[in-house]
């Protein structure tokens, strides 16, 4: 999903007075409106923004809106869809299309449950917030002194890292999902092995997104308040905030009515794909919920973390929360190429853009067969939630941006039609990429050595066992004690695994032999894994 955009942003203001200035435009009181023309100007925002704005935000034409999600979700094949509009502190738009299931006749209905995946991030982040506020920790706490035996590779980041260093993926860990997406580890052996992991940057010099970062903060939440973080978030969010459809891992969801299944499109064929549980790190992404349930979550936040007369977040507490801190690659999003934000930026668990000369916070969640996408204007007191049971759907920028629109009294624009023209350009280019790389298949090739030699146990300190055994004329592989997975031969010494659901991919499995008969290492996820050595010949 990482695509160049076509031109480079404007040079960023610099980020320390950047993050100050736009703290103070973010926050949902009455104070900010006054600060916005500061920030406005910082963000250099087109001088005739106000003139093009034609509409009146007062009275959004929703029945139109209405009919532009119902064709924007038949356009991207989506089998169902929700979506919920809230301004100050009503609902003012929500509704449900398509189905549960394709083939199913159970309509989406506003109350239909989604994953709404590392929308999640947000919560966790509120629930530490709630903790400073009561004393127990501060933002910039070392996370040692709060998990005495958390270990990192190197050990001045060990010592060093704190809690906002979690939050906003600036460790110098790459991506480490690999931890938990095939593995059974619980969450404590998950955070455990990341001591094992090489920095692929400099400390705190670059953003990487790093998932389970955020487990981590919620072993911290458990420790501060003496709760697991999943109840925590029920008893200290989900109740006060009265969002009773909301679960907060897969487990709790298991079983339950209302629940949307999750597809993906394969071969130009939208399909059924199973659950994939993300409950080893749930505090980055495991809650499941329906738009009229984050509606709630929206309109508490743009109230800076009161409910009704209520705060469960003090003011100067949840600045902290929607202060930009790290610079972000604006390839995250291929969609960025088109709305051209000048601050594309994260906070604690929260991006950070302006669209027209206003401040936006928002973030996305994909998990296999879901997609869920929140977009709030502080200084309009509006947002939108999308959720969706389709890998990757991205017409939920398309959405965003038209509610964006909305609310800013721009003219209108067809955000559906131009991302999918976009994603529909991208997915030819990853589709040319594969076959590339089947071109280049070596054919009329042979494994270098008999089957039977590549059998045998290989090992990563970080990622665990992979297992191959020969059995007749074919290789079988099982990786972190999962099923055997038959190999088939690609070329040389490489072999090809076929997935088992449309999400994932092919899977190839080059040996590497020692040059004496034997094979020392495999390559498998990018990750080489070494030849156990009570599994080598004469141990």
Do not use: C
């Amino acid at each position: 999903m990482i695509h160049e955009p076509p031109r480079p942003l404007a040079p960023l203001a610099h980020a320390g007075r950047l993050r100050t200035l736009v703290a103070l435009a973010t926050l949902a009181l009455p104070v900010a409106t006054s600060a916005l023309p500061v920030v406005a100007g910082v963000l250099a925002a087109p001088a005739l923004a106000a003139q093009q704005r034609t509409r009146d935000t007062r009275n959004p034409d929703f029945a139109t809106f209405d009919r532009y999600v119902a064709q924007a979700a038949h356009d991207w094949h989506v089998p169902g869809l929700a979506i919920a509009v809230v301004k100050d502190d009503s609902l003012v738009f929500a509704k449900g299309y398509g189905v549960i299931e394709i083939g199913k006749p159970a309509p989406v209905t506003p109350d239909t449950r989604f994953a709404i995946g590392s929308t999640t991030k947000a919560m966790t982040v509120a629930a530490l917030a709630m903790l400073v506020d009561e004393g127990k920790l501060h933002w910039d706490d070392r996370v040692i002194d709060h998990l005495p035996n958390f270990r990192l590779y190197d050990p001045y980041v060990t010592r060093e890292l704190t809690i906002r260093d979690l939050l906003t993926h600036r460790t110098g860990l790459p991506g480490t999902d690999l931890l938990w997406i095939f593995n059974s580890y619980p969450a404590p052996e998950v955070i455990r092995r990341l001591r094992y992991v090489k920095p692929e940057s400099s400390f705190r010099s670059r953003w990487d997104y790093q998932n389970i970062m955020f487990a981590v903060a919620g072993a911290i939440v458990e420790q501060a308040s003496g709760m697991p973080w999943a109840d925590f978030v029920r008893r200290r969010i989900f109740a006060p905030l009265g969002m009773t459809e909301t679960a907060p891992t897969v487990a709790a969801i298991t079983g339950q009515p209302n629940v949307a299944v999750p597809h993906a499109e394969v071969d130009d064929t939208v399909r059924v794909v199973p659950v994939r549980t993300t409950d080893p790190i749930a505090p980055a992404g495991s809650v499941w919920s329906s738009v009229r349930d984050m509606s709630r979550w929206m309109r508490f936040m743009l109230d800076s973390g009161r409910v009704g007369t209520t705060r469960l977040i003090a003011p100067e507490t949840f600045r902290e929360i929607v202060a930009p801190e790290m610079r972000v690659p604006l390839d995250m999003y291929p969609a960025l190429s088109l709305s051209r934000p000048r601050v594309f930026m994260y906070a604690l668990g929260w991006f950070v853009q302006d669209y027209h000369g206003q401040i936006v916070w928002m973030h996305t969640g994909s998990i296999d067969g879901m997609s869920a996408l929140i977009a709030l204007l502080p200084e309009q007191r509006a947002g939108v939630y999308v959720l969706a049971n389709l890998d990757h759907a991205e017409l939920r920028h398309a959405l965003m941006y038209r509610v964006l629109d909305l609310y800013e009294g721009n003219a209108p624009r067809d955000w559906s039609s131009e991302l999918h023209t976009l994603y529909s350009t991208l997915d030819h280019e990853e589709r040319e990429a594969e076959r590339k790389r089947a071109s280049q298949r070596v054919a009329g090739t042979h494994p270098s050595l008999p089957l039977e030699r590549y059998a045998g146990t290989y090992v990563d300190s970080t990622y665990g066992t992979v297992v191959v055994t020969a059995g007749g004329d074919a290789l079988h592989f099982s990786f972190a004690g999962g099923a055997a997975k038959p190999l088939e031969h690609w070329d040389y010494d490489t072999f090809r695994e076929r997935p088992d659901t449309p999400v994932d991919r092919d899977r190839f499995v080059t040996f590497a032999p020692d040059g004496a008969g034997q094979v020392r290492a495999l390559r498998v996820f990018g990750v080489t894994f070494t030849r156990a050595a009570s599994d080598s010949p004469g141990s």
